[in-house]
């Protein structure tokens, strides 16, 4: 089946390092989505990416999704102690079946 | 408020009983979704329902049941024949599903340990 693999699955950085998370799908992609999940909280979305080599911004996060459409990144630069958590990636293969990544569980040192 | 909850927040359960995991939302999202997550590791779709009267089994649907019968709500049943189930539950909404992979709303999560 499916499998959407994230790594690495702990990173620790100290503030103002950068840190990046890879996804990488054993199959084709429509469009893969990020989500962050706060310690103690749930999940919440931050991005789409639809187009083969796709980049997207937000502030100090950049997201790319990779010309053949089976992998993606995230990136933060400078990193800040808000931005703790573990940040999934959630991948929708042409079948129309999506599935998790396992999370790369992010904590900064102050 | 429009948003999607989750009750209870700690449920604890002796082996052997059934209990039932609370989950609504006022978003009139047409799609509803059950996940596990246990510790460091992600999401596991249990089940998901993209219209009242009708669900489907995720890919870790063994020993839990669900029931749609009204749009707001998706309640969950862990039943005794699963076998480990302590774990985080997270209950999350959508527009649709109809082929693409829309942004999912998230609940609070409930906590079920076993006893």
């Known amino acids: 089946g499916q499998q959407v693999m994230q790594i690495p699955q702990y990173q620790h950085v100290q503030e103002g390092e950068d840190f990046t998370t890879y996804c990488n799908s054993s199959t084709t992609l429509s469009n893969i989505q990020w989500y962050k999940q706060r310690p103690g909280g749930h999940p919440v979305f931050l991005i789409q990416?639809?187009?083969?080599?796709e980049v997207k911004k937000q502030k100090r996060l950049t997201f790319q999704f990779g010309e053949a459409k089976k992998n993606s990144s995230l990136h933060i630069t400078a990193t800040q102690t808000t931005d703790v958590g573990t940040y999934f990636c959630a991948g929708l293969t042409n079948a129309g079946k999506s599935t998790f990544g396992d999370g790369t569980t992010l904590t900064v040192k102050p | 408020d429009g948003g999607i909850t989750q009750s209870p927040k700690y449920l604890f359960r002796k082996e052997g009983q059934n209990v039932t995991l609370s989950c609504e939302q006022n978003?009139?999202?047409?799609?509803m979704y059950w996940y596990r997550q246990d510790p460091g590791q992600g999401l596991r779709l249990i089940y998901y329902?993209?219209?009242?009267?009708?669900?489907q089994k995720g890919d870790i649907a063994e020993g839990y049941s669900v029931s749609r019968e009204k749009k707001e709500s998706f309640p969950l049943t862990v039943t005794s024949a699963q076998k480990n189930p302590t774990a985080f539950y997270l209950c999350?909404?959508?527009?649709?599903?109809?082929?693409?992979?829309?942004?999912?709303?998230f609940g609070p999560g409930t906590r079920l340990l076993v006893l």
């Open positions: 329902s993209q219209i009242v009267n009708d669900f």
């Open positions: 999350a909404s959508s527009i649709a599903t109809s082929g693409g992979q829309e942004t999912q709303y």
């Open positions: 978003l009139n999202h047409d799609a």
């Open positions: 990416l639809v187009k083969s080599g």
